[in-house]
């Protein structure tokens, strides 16, 4: 046994969670101990392996034979809420917070699950209780270079997580690139330190720029290198997602502290100089706003690939496709797709998820959308050029509700695609229709009615298609090192205003 558990771990440090979870599916098969140990890792090489559906009943299993253990119930919770199961999701992170109230890292998750399902004010009153109940008693400020010299270079440093493949590191990129080297010493903390893949070396090819990784320092220790180093300006990158660090900004290291990119929805934290922001309402936020143009702008994917023909001119219907992921296809987002398709009974619908070829996920997800199963196809989701192509077999997007997507939407209109959308009533879910009045396209802020309104109109979608990407790039939205020096022109002013503030 000893040895095959071995086999098994290998096989998932090696990316091949196939081949890891037949061994533990083996050894469950027979009742090898611990069960409860052998159940959680199937369920990890079980999603990773693309069976998002088998991972969720060895989740639930795992449930029944470790439900002291807060940790089963936070990786079934993962499932639940990766596979759109809002409630569910909930439901279990409730219990595991009944075994272990004061772990910060559960409330963190009910938080990001939460801020999908109440509304905007609601969960900032959530997020604000549970930061009360966890912050600490900052230190007080105390800058280790004087005052704020404008001669110098300013120290501005990055916390995050994703300094690798992820959907930040578009975003990532674009800041580390375009930063100006004469101005501004540029400093990266890493709060994961994962193995170097293709996105970190990029990142990591930019000249000048500094890496520490703080994995292994709690947050004080981690504040203390901060002000060792002198920043002057400390951005998280993360919010309540994966692998962020708040409490290191808990500390107050920095003269001027952000979030915004990232995270959309508020922190509830009381430790940020600004949120760095473009279409929120203050209401709905308790870090301050400071307003850009764009609060965020992610390099496109595989600009290298043309812009293809509309499938409709050849297809004599229109294509929908649906890109967004499997977390954000809930039921109301499926109810208004279905809508769509019972209006336009010849239109398809594309549905792109990870876990799409395997057999039971598609019968699952294809009798989610009954009566107009007919109508879905589903693909595998694959990343970059695999990704891309899709765009070559749809006319149009159809965007989710409450929660959108910032690069999804880039990626569509880079690649010629208007989308249908609804107009938002929070941030998550304002990219689509926003972008795309910036860029002409005149959303009327009703999914149903933006779907009947490009499938009758096929001539003006062509002309849509094929010049939309000069539109993109000719926008500031397509110009990610004019996003850069509006934030470095922040940085100025804050730290001015933090210089004035303390003089004062």
Known sequence: ???????????????????????????????????????????????????????????????????????????????????????????????????????????????????????????????????????????????????????????????????????????????????????FEV???????????????????????????????????????????????LVDLSGLSAHHRLGL???????????????????????????????????????PL???PRAAVPLPLHPELPVGPLPAASNGYVTFGYVNGFHKLDPSSIRSFVEVLEQLPTSKLVVMLPGASDGETAAAILRRFDPVQNQVILTESNGGAGFCKIFESIDVALDPAPQGGMTTTVDCLFHGVPIATNFPNRRTAADAYFLQREFGLHPSGDLLSDACFWAERLDQLASIRSSLRDRYLDHHVGNPGGWVASLESAYHTMLKEQQIAVAA
């Open 290 to 292: 400071w307003r850009l």
């Open 187 to 233: 400093h990266c903390f890493d709060t994961l330190e994962a193995a170097s893949d293709e996105s970190r070396q990029r990142m990591e090819s930019v000249a000048e720029v500094r890496w520490h990784g703080i994995k292994d320092l709690d947050n004080a220790a981690a504040a203390d290198l901060v002000r060792s180093l002198g920043i002057d300006v």
């Open 1 to 183: 046994m000893d040895d095959l558990l071995k086999q098994a771990q290998d096989y998932a440090l090696d990316n091949q969670p196939g081949k890891a979870a037949a061994i533990y599916e083996e050894l469950i098969s027979e009742a090898a101990e611990p069960l409860g140990l052998l159940l959680h890792n199937l369920t990890a090489c079980l999603f990773k392996a693309r069976r998002p559906l088998a991972a969720l009943r060895a989740a639930q299993a795992c449930t029944q034979f470790a439900p002291h253990l807060a940790r089963t119930w936070l990786s079934l919770s993962h499932i639940e809420s990766r596979l759109g199961m809002r409630d569910a999701a909930l439901a279990s992170i409730y219990r595991a917070l009944e075994l272990e109230p004061a772990n910060q890292s559960l409330h963190d998750t009910r938080l990001w699950n939460l801020s999908q399902k109440l509304d905007p004010i609601a969960y900032r009153k959530e997020a604000e209780a549970v930061y009360a109940s966890f912050a600490p008693t900052p230190r007080p400020y105390r800058h280790n270079r004087g005052s704020y010299p404008l001669e110098s270079k300013i120290r501005v440093g990055y916390v995050s997580g994703d300094f690798r493949i992820h959907v930040m590191d578009r975003f990532i990129q674009a800041l580390l690139e375009h930063h100006d080297k004469e101005a």
């Open 249 to 287: 900004f808990r500390f107050r290291p920095a003269a001027v502290q952000l979030t915004g990119i990232g995270f959309m929805p508020t922190t509830g934290a009381d430790c940020f100089t600004y949120r760095i922001a473009d279409y929120e309402l203050q209401s709905q936020y308790t870090e």
